[in-house]
């Protein structure tokens, strides 16, 4: 919130750049310079950042972006100048769950993509998403395919799920795909 400094707001953007050009044409490059410089004077209050230094540091070294609502967080994206052990996992997963749990959060989504945030305690749970495919070929395909891919995915979080130590009424409910 009011709290992160403006000069946060463009390392997020070279961290941001920098860890999706490890990914090549996979990577979620959809946000660009200008959306990082306007989260500073609009978003602002709806953020969670973690950064870390070095002992002495100015700049952070490591940081991640997360979003807030309400009692919900959502992490999002991260990124660091160096690699450093653990950093990621301190920076994404370890520091905001203990800041949820010091503020109250209830709900912490950590995001998508990675089994490893099972190993972290998070359930798999389906999310929702929304494309319109102009070239006639593609939607073909989808059309004809995304009941298919959806059962496959819903298949996979189930089966992820039920490796989990935790049962009981913490288990998501089973993710229905949209059809």
């Known amino acids: 919130g009011e709290q992160i400094p403006r000069s946060f707001f463009p390392v997020l953007y070279d961290y941001y750049k920098k860890t999706n050009d490890q990914f090549g044409p996979w990577a979620a490059k959809f946000l660009n310079r200008r959306f990082f410089q306007g989260l500073y004077p609009n978003f ?27 009692e919900s967080i959502i992490g999002r994206y991260w990124g660091s100048s160096r690699w450093a052990d653990s950093l990621h996992f301190d920076a994404c997963y370890y520091s905001p ?8 959060v209830k ?22 998403s929304l494309h319109k495919f102009r070239d006639p070929v593609l939607r073909n395909i989808m059309e004809t395919y995304v009941g298919e891919i959806n059962r496959g995915e819903s298949d996979r979080i189930r089966d ?16 229905v795909p949209f059809r």
């Open 107 to 128: 709900r912490f989504d950590p995001g998508a993509g990675s089994p490893h945030k099972l190993r972290r305690g998070f359930f798999a749970v389906g999310n929702y």
């Open 160 to 175: 992820m799920n039920h490796t989990l130590p935790l049962k009981g009424p913490y288990m998501p409910k089973e993710f």
């Open 44 to 70: 602002r209050e709806r953020l969670l950042i973690m950064a870390a230094f070095d002992e002495g540091g100015k700049r952070p070294m490591g940081m991640s972006f997360l979003l807030k609502k309400g």
């Open 97 to 104: 769950i203990e800041w949820a749990i010091e503020n109250g």
